[in-house]
C-alpha cells in the first residue's frame, strides 16, 4: 500500500537539492518525491516505510527529522 512521508531536510542551495534527488531516486519504492527548498520539505510517496526513507535522505549528511515531529516539538 502505497503512502506519503513528509520530511525537514536542512538543505541551503541546489545541490543540496540534487543530493535528496540522487538518494531518493535509488530508493527502492519510492514513487514520487516532491522537494521544497524554501520550506526545506520532501514529501516522498510509494510503498516505502517511513524509518527507510528517513534513514536514507539522512544519508546526504543533512540534517533530516519527519515534518511533524519538527511542528509539534516547536510548540
Do not use: H, N
Request: charged letters at 25%; aromatic letters at 4%.
Amino acid at each position: 500500500m502505497s503512502q506519503t512521508v513528509e520530511l525537514k531536510v536542512a538543505m541551503s542551495c541546489q545541490g543540496c537539492v540534487g543530493a535528496v534527488k540522487r538518494v531518493l531516486g535509488k530508493t527502492e519504492g519510492v514513487e514520487t518525491f516532491d522537494i521544497d527548498l524554501e520550506k526545506q520539505k520532501v514529501t516522498v510517496k510509494g510503498k516505502i516505510e517511513p524509518q527507510a526513507v528517513l534513514q536514507a535522505v539522512s544519508k546526504t549528511g543533512k540534517a533530516t527529522s519527519f515534518w511533524e515531529a519538527t511542528a509539534t516539538s516547536a510548540a
